[in-house]
């Protein structure tokens, strides 16, 4: 089993920036890719950003691209997401994630490709 735990979140003002961590533990060998999704209430849970460490690629959500990035550091079985510039649009309980197995591109926006979730770690931006 893979056991993730996201940390990082809180209330912040808009305009400013978050980042968001997640500890992957167990079966670490198998996280090749990792991601963020987010869920605000009454929405679908929403990707925002995955990385794979085979292809050494990041992919982002259009949404968040130029604002948010998502970084690796495997030796410590580390994933961040670091968000700038958040509005009250980014207010959701974002989630850490792993798939059963390998994805690249747009494929890696499907959450049915992911098995592994943390509970998830509330981001509030005020307005």
């Known amino acids: 089993q893979v056991h993730l735990v996201e940390s990082g979140g809180g209330l912040v003002q808009a305009g400013g920036s978050l980042r968001l961590s997640c500890a992957a533990s167990?079966?670490?060998?198998?996280?090749?890719?990792m991601g963020w999704f987010r869920q605000s209430p009454g929405k679908e849970r929403q990707f925002v950003a995955a990385?794979?460490?085979?292809?050494?690629?990041?992919y982002y959500a259009d949404s968040v691209k130029g604002r948010f990035t998502v970084s690796r550091d495997n030796a410590k079985n580390m994933v961040y997401l670091q968000m700038n510039s958040l509005t009250s649009e980014n207010t959701a309980v974002y989630y850490c994630?792993?798939?059963?197995?390998?994805?690249?591109?747009?494929?890696?926006?499907?959450?049915?490709?992911?098995?592994?979730w943390g509970r998830g770690t509330q981001v509030t931006v005020s307005s």
């Open positions: 994630t792993s798939p059963t197995g390998c994805c690249s591109g747009y494929a890696c926006r499907d959450r049915k490709l992911y098995k592994f």
């Open positions: 167990g079966r670490t060998v198998s996280t090749i890719v």
């Open positions: 990385h794979s460490r085979s292809r050494n690629a990041t």
